[in-house]
C-alpha cells in the first residue's frame, strides 16, 4: 500500500463549450468537477499502473465544507 499525501488539494472545476467567443456569452454545454494536486494525481497514477494507494490531504477554506 502507498499513501499519498497533498499539503494543498484542490477541486478542478471544467466547463466544456463548443468554442470560446471573446466580448460576447459563452455558454458551457457541460461541466465537470474533479479532485486534484500532485498527491492525488500521482495516487491516480499508481492505480492505473496496478499499485494500491491511497491519496491523503486537508480539507479548508469555502471548499472544505462542500460536498462535491
Do not use: Q, W
Amino acid at each position: 500500500m502507498i499513501y499519498t499525501l497533498t499539503f494543498n488539494p484542490c477541486l478542478d472545476y471544467t466547463m466544456y463549450m463548443p468554442e470560446l467567443r471573446t466580448g460576447s456569452i459563452n455558454r458551457s454545454l457541460h461541466e465537470s468537477c474533479s479532485c486534484g494536486g500532485k498527491g492525488i494525481n500521482v495516487s491516480l497514477v499508481l492505480r492505473t499502473l496496478g499499485f494500491d494507494s491511497i491519496a491523503l490531504g486537508f480539507e479548508g477554506g469555502p471548499t472544505g465544507g462542500k460536498t462535491v
